[in-house]
Nanobody
Framework: VPLQASGGGLAQAGGSLRLSCAASGRTFSRNRMGWFRQAPGKEREFVAA????????YYANSVKGRFTISRDNAKNTVYLQMNSLKPEDTAVYYC??????????????????WGQGTLVTVSS
C-alpha cells in the first residue's frame, strides 16, 4: 500500500488533531492529493485536496476555515490539520492520490491510490 494515513484518535469538540499521509514505494510529489472521510452509514465525502506544488487547495464547505491541508514533498507526506472539531467530523479519514489531476477533485472516482484510513472520533 503506497499510502499510510495516521494521526486519528479521540478528541473533544473544539479540539484539534493532525492527520498525516505518508507515501512509500513511490513519490506523489507531482500529484494532487486529497482527504476524504466516511461516517458510518454514509457515503465517502470530499474533505480537502492540494495540488502537487501545494499552491492550490480545495475544501469542502463543511470544513472551510477549520481544516488546513498541506504537504511536504521532501518527506512525501500530506497533512490535514483539523481545528475546532465538531462531533459531525467523526469518521474514518482517507488520503488519496490523483494521478491525472482532472477537474473533479471532489470525486472519489478521480483518485487512483487510497490509504487504509484512520478513525477520528469527536466527543461532545
Amino acid at each position: 500500500v503506497p499510502l499510510q494515513a495516521s494521526g486519528g484518535g479521540l478528541a473533544q469538540a473544539g479540539g484539534s488533531l493532525r492527520l498525516s499521509c505518508a507515501a512509500s514505494g513511490r513519490t506523489f510529489s507531482r500529484n494532487r492529493m486529497g482527504w476524504f472521510r466516511q461516517a458510518p452509514g454514509k457515503e465517502r465525502e470530499f474533505v480537502a485536496a492540494i495540488s502537487g506544488t501545494g499552491g492550490t487547495t480545495y475544501y469542502a464547505n463543511s470544513v472551510k476555515g477549520r481544516f488546513t491541508i498541506s504537504r511536504d514533498n521532501a518527506k512525501n507526506t500530506v497533512y490535514l490539520q483539523m481545528n475546532s472539531l465538531k462531533p459531525e467530523d467523526t469518521a474514518v479519514y482517507y488520503c488519496a492520490a490523483d494521478l491525472r489531476s482532472g477537474s473533479y477533485y471532489y470525486s472519489p472516482l478521480e483518485y487512483d491510490y487510497w490509504g487504509q484510513g484512520t478513525l477520528v472520533t469527536v466527543s461532545s
